[in-house]
């Protein structure tokens, strides 16, 4: 698998304004202009910036990277931790063909949600984002076929669904605490931590 941080010679955390900027300096030294020759080191930089620049391809191209790199540091979210979902193929081809069929399936999404000293004490009103990707129905999670790639993922095999939902806790609050939530297509379980 390409990847796609070594091409533009950046940090895995790096910013939108480092991304443009390698990929600026880059570009000058490797545009077919510029270097008077045919090159797929271009090709590779511009695929690498296409990626990297556009938030949800960067996300679902991050956690496909992960599987492949030792010690690899996905990003944290401060205020909440989702622990994997455990699913095995029938349950990926469930999940392709309720999408293809747009049947709807509650999930139960189980996530750790932080709360600092002082929202313990008050309580906490908030908005929280559940990221949650999934096998494209369109390309059965394959990314496409050897002279095409998916549309609909870009070639990733998953596609964003993130599940954004309010939430509020009221005191008294204590580390450990449990409450359940049920969005109109899932169940959120979600658990009190105190912020390291």
Not at 12 to 35: E, F, G
Not at 62 to 77: R, V
Not at 80 to 89: A, F, G, S
Not at 148 to 168: A, H, P, Q, S, Y
Request: aromatic share 10%; proline share 5%; charged share 30%.
């Amino acid at each position: 698998m390409k990847n796609y941080y070594k091409i533009l010679n950046i940090p895995y955390n790096a910013n939108q304004d480092d991304i443009k900027s390698a990929y600026r300096r880059l570009a000058k030294r490797y545009h077919p202009d510029v270097a008077n020759r045919r090159s797929n080191d271009f090709v590779r930089l511009k695929e690498a910036f296409d990626i990297l620049s556009d938030a949800l391809k960067r996300k679902l191209y991050d956690k496909k990277l992960s599987l492949n790199i030792k010690n690899w540091t996905p990003f944290h979210n401060q205020r909440i931790n989702v622990h994997p979902v455990k699913q095995d193929v029938f349950d990926d081809l469930v999940d392709v063909i309720s999408d293809r069929f747009h049947i709807v399936r509650k999930k139960t999404l189980h996530f750790d949600l932080f709360l600092t000293d002082e929202e313990f004490k008050k309580g906490l009103k908030t908005t929280v984002t559940v990221p949650q990707d999934k096998i494209c129905p369109r390309c059965f999670g394959f990314g496409g076929t050897v002279f095409t790639t998916c549309r609909d993922c870009n070639g990733l095999g998953m596609i964003n669904n993130d599940v954004e939902f309010k939430v509020k806790v009221t005191p008294p609050l204590s580390p450990g605490q449990e409450y359940e939530i049920t969005d109109k297509n899932n169940i959120l379980r979600f658990c009190l931590r105190r912020s390291k």
